[in-house]
């Protein structure tokens, strides 16, 4: 079975700092992998989305970034981080469509960022 | 530019009674349809999906039903339970040109014992 790790589960950081969040994917290969934020009494924002290895599309113009090293692997960074960014980070995974299986998107546990 | 929309941030239902949570979306090219379920501070739950070939999938107490010439989809929950208390999220991709998912806003549902 597939399983989708995140870490840390939450997180304070003060406002200027850089962030590093984690994401990683076990049981499954080749994994589109997907970044999302929600804000307080928001829904979900897609923020990244990787179809491969280095390869990393934009949804939203921000001071994030994120990186996929590895095929099972998702990262999200900032070099100095925002008020604005606090929230409710999810990672996700799903197959690619037409793959012949199913087409969902997996969630992982999430972290909260607090920034102050 | 929302190109999914849940119009109903909340929905209270007794519970046994059904719970009908609706979703529109703007994108006719839209093929494949989902609803997931969140608990504060937890990931969505993949709940249930339909593709544009269908108009009805049922999974237990879940059904979605899908009107393409409306575009407007609805999960209905029945017979609702506490358990089922939690935000609903419907999402829509397209999957010719693949990859993403857009997602509503959710609509908070309480079942109320």
């Known amino acids: 079975s597939q399983t989708i790790h995140q870490w840390p589960a939450t997180l304070v950081q003060p406002v200027g700092s850089p962030l590093s969040l984690e994401c990683t994917v076990e049981?499954?290969?080749?994994?589109?992998l997907y970044w999302y934020r929600q804000a307080a009494g928001r829904g979900l924002q897609l923020l990244f989305y990787?179809?491969?290895?280095?390869?990393i599309s934009s949804e939203v113009p921000q001071n994030l970034s994120a990186s996929r090293p590895q095929d099972r692997q998702f990262i999200l960074s900032s070099k100095k981080l925002l008020l604005s960014d606090s929230g409710f980070y999810l990672c996700?995974?799903?197959?690619?469509?037409?793959?012949?299986?199913?087409?969902?998107?997996?969630f992982g546990p999430g972290t909260r960022l607090t920034v102050t | 530019d929302q190109q999914v929309k849940q119009n109903s941030p909340s929905l209270s239902v007794q519970e046994g009674r059904i719970s009908i949570l609706n979703c529109d979306y703007t994108?006719?090219?839209?093929?494949?349809f989902l609803w997931y379920k969140k608990y504060p501070a937890e990931g969505p739950t993949f709940l249930i999906s339909i593709s544009s070939i269908k108009d009805k999938n049922e999974d237990g107490r879940f059904t979605v039903f899908l009107n393409k010439s409306a575009k407007h989809l609805s999960l209905h929950i029945v017979p609702s339970q506490p358990g089922d208390s939690a935000v609903y999220f419907c999402?829509?991709?397209?999957?010719?040109?693949?990859?993403?998912?857009?997602f509503g806003t959710g609509t908070s549902l309480t079942v109320i014992p």
């Open positions: 994108n006719s090219m839209f093929d494949y």
């Open positions: 999402a829509a991709s397209r999957r010719d040109t693949g990859n993403q998912f857009y």
């Open positions: 990787s179809v491969g290895i280095g390869q």
């Open positions: 049981g499954t290969s080749n994994p589109n």
């Open positions: 996700a995974w799903s197959r690619p469509p037409f793959s012949g299986r199913a087409y969902e998107q997996y």
